[in-house]
């Protein structure tokens, strides 16, 4: 079982900066890739960044790759996304996700692989 906590959310303009947080408890949350999602009004969620339980392999969606920055801290097994130079469009429901996996360099980018979800926070980018 792993247990998520996101914080970090928030109102910024557009251009700001923002870094969310993603806190992984559990007995096997050490042993757990990770990934970030999010989902805009009317809109399915979709995939943002992913990273893998080594931390060695990462992968972004488009629309977000060269701005935001997908993160982990092994030890404190707390993955952050670094958003930068955020648009209107990235206004969303932001998610972390979670799957305990053996291979270490693995990243997941589909929903279904994800079992563990965070109860998700709010980011508003204002033009």
């Known amino acids: 079982q792993v247990q998520l906590v996101e914080s970090g959310g928030g109102l910024v303009q557009a251009g700001d900066s923002l870094r969310l947080s993603c806190a992984a408890s559990g007995r096997t949350a050490s042993s757990a890739a990770m990934g970030w999602f999010r989902q805009a009004p009317g809109k399915e969620r979709e995939f943002v960044a992913a990273?893998?339980?080594?931390?060695?392999?990462?992968y972004y969606a488009d629309s977000v790759e060269g701005r935001f920055i997908i993160l982990r801290d092994s030890a404190e097994i707390t993955v952050y996304l670094q958003m930068n130079s955020l648009k209107p469009e990235d206004t969303a429901v932001y998610y972390c996700a979670a799957r305990t996996t053996e291979f270490s360099t693995a990243v997941y980018t589909g929903e279904r692989a994800y079992p563990y979800w965070g109860q998700g926070t709010q980011v508003t980018v204002s033009s």
């Open positions: 990273i893998s339980r080594s931390a060695r392999n990462t």
